[in-house]
């Protein structure tokens, strides 16, 4: 999937990716898109069931965690494991990875190529093949770090 920033073509974008892949675009489906296109940044599962349920769409919750599963297992949809909070989604996007912040909590999207060496290094000397799309590497975001304070 190619990168959008407005939100009707990420809608747009998913869900043509979806029927390439011979997928149907239910109702379901296309409420937890675009609750994903519009809500900022990296979403929980509970703040995309509100949007949805915002929406009066009549999904109920239950079917929008199905949903995010089956996106997020046909590649539509991406998931992270940010420290030890709940997993954020958003809709893919060319492969980046994140940075989550200890303090605040803010998830920055990085380019994935600050990791080529790592993963060029792992692959010749391990055989590790480094898929780091579903993880975020931690540390302190740039306010943080400014307004000082104990670095957990």
Known sequence: MTAATDPDEQVAAALTA????????????????EALACLPGHPSAEQVVAAVEAGDSGVHRATVYRVL???TALG????VHVGHGATAYHLASPTHLHAHCRSCGRVVDLPERLLGPVRAELMATHGFALDASHIALSGRC???????????
């Open 142 to 152: 740039a306010a943080c770090n400014q307004a000082g304070g104990i670095d957990d």
């Open 69 to 71: 599963e089956a996106l």
């Open 18 to 33: 979806l029927r390439r892949r011979g997928e149907r675009v239910t109702g379901p489906r296309r409420v937890v898109v």
């Open 76 to 79: 539509v949809v991406t998931h």
